[in-house]
């Protein structure tokens, strides 16, 4: 390692040291810097997030989920309210894999989750999407990571959509609250995408448009008969513009966690998201790995032409560029 990369390293660790004890102690710059440079994936970022890990595993971890426009800001805003008067400190973590050039989703977020920016026990953080959709999950879990390090007791993180990307970081929540709304052909949606599986909570938001009940009727009635075996899913409803259905909804949501507890299920979610986390890390190093050779020498290309043009098969394809990857 050559003196300037070290030199480069050296003031990374120094960065990282003082930041996470600023994030431990409370600092808010501290942890907005932080979550920037976890966000951007640099060495920095990732020394504090190492350190930072040990402090983490005692927030409640909220995803609320649904398609474009359900309502999920709305709601996201009146239960931050409503969480804060019972006492507990927030986190926001909004993500919208749908826009990766666009702001306007951010601007939003903005202006609708505007009344929370005040009070210094609320951190939000509005984040879309830069590298490939893969990274975006991750990257989500570790700025959820330095919120609950940072001590957070409640991280919401509101994703959009309901797209296989979108269940990934929805299960990495402890608690998974699915927003639907009425007459939009939602539950139809929600019911092919699976997300109705990764649902602990069911919200028929815009309450107060025509067809709310049948949609509710419908979801009891679908939840009913998939939950054998299951904690039983609470189908509610909002009229977050009204801020109707709001008390209820984070009652449910500190009731799942607490049945989660009560139930023991919590230590084996725990585990099976760690697992998650790791093997993911653990792919996406080994294709780096592999692929660094072949994609640099040509070798990768070439290899793809001969599986197209039938020369090769694509089981021999890919055992041969794993073995150059070791070589
Ligand atoms: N009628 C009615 N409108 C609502 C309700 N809740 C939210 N809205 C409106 O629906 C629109 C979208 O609300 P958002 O909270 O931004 O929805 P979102 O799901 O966060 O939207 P994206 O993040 O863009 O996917 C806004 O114009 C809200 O005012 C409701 O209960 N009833
Ligand atoms: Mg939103």
């Known amino acids: ?35 920037t440079l976890v966000e951007n994936a640099t060495e920095s970022g990732r020394e504090a997030l190492a350190k930072l890990y040990g402090h983490t595993g005692k927030a409640h971890i909220v995803g609320i989920t649904g398609s474009g426009g359900a309502g999920k800001s709305t709601i996201t805003n009146g ?34 989750m505007q009344e929370l920016t005040k009070d210094p026990d609320i951190f ?22 330095v919120l609950d390090a940072a001590g957070k007791d409640v991280i919401i993180v509101e994703t959009v959509g309901a797209g296989q990307d979108e269940v990934e970081i929805a299960s990495a929540a402890e608690t998974t609250v699915v927003v639907l709304t009425p007459a939009s052909g939602d539950d139809i949606q929600a019911m092919k995408a699976g997300i109705m599986e990764v649902a602990d909570i069911l919200v028929v938001n815009k309450a107060d448009l025509p067809g709310a009940d049948s949609l509710i009727g419908l979801l009891v ?34 009731e799942h966690r ?47 032409r001969a599986v197209a043009e039938r020369r090769l098969d694509p089981y021999t394809a890919a055992i041969r560029l794993s073995h150059s990857a070791g070589s």
């Open 124 to 145: 939000i953080r509005s984040m879309a999407t830069r590298g490939e959709l893969g990274g975006l999950a991750a990257m989500t879990s570790d700025v959820v990571a």
């Open 79 to 112: 239960l931050a309210l409503e969480l804060r008067k019972r006492g507990r400190t927030i986190g926001i973590v909004a993500v919208d894999p749908s826009s990766p050039f666009t702001h306007g989703a951010i601007l939003g977020d903005r202006i609708r």
């Open 221 to 254: 009635a679908a939840t009913t008969s998939a939950s054998h075996g299951r904690l039983e899913t609470p189908v509610l409803a909002t009229v977050a513009t009204k801020r109707e259905g709001i008390v209820e909804l984070a009652d449910a949501i500190e």
């Open 1 to 35: 390692m050559s003196l300037a990369t070290n030199d480069a390293s050296a003031r990374a660790e120094a960065l990282a040291e003082a930041l996470v004890e600023g994030v431990l102690s409370g600092d808010r710059r501290a942890l907005a810097r932080t979550v």
């Open 258 to 304: 607490k049945r989660l507890v009560r139930s023991g299920r919590q230590d084996q979610l725990r585990l099976d998201r760690a697992r998650r986390h790791v093997l993911a890390l653990l792919r996406q190093q080994l294709l780096d790995a592999a692929l660094r050779g072949p994609a640099e020498d040509g070798s990768l290309d070439e290899t793809v």
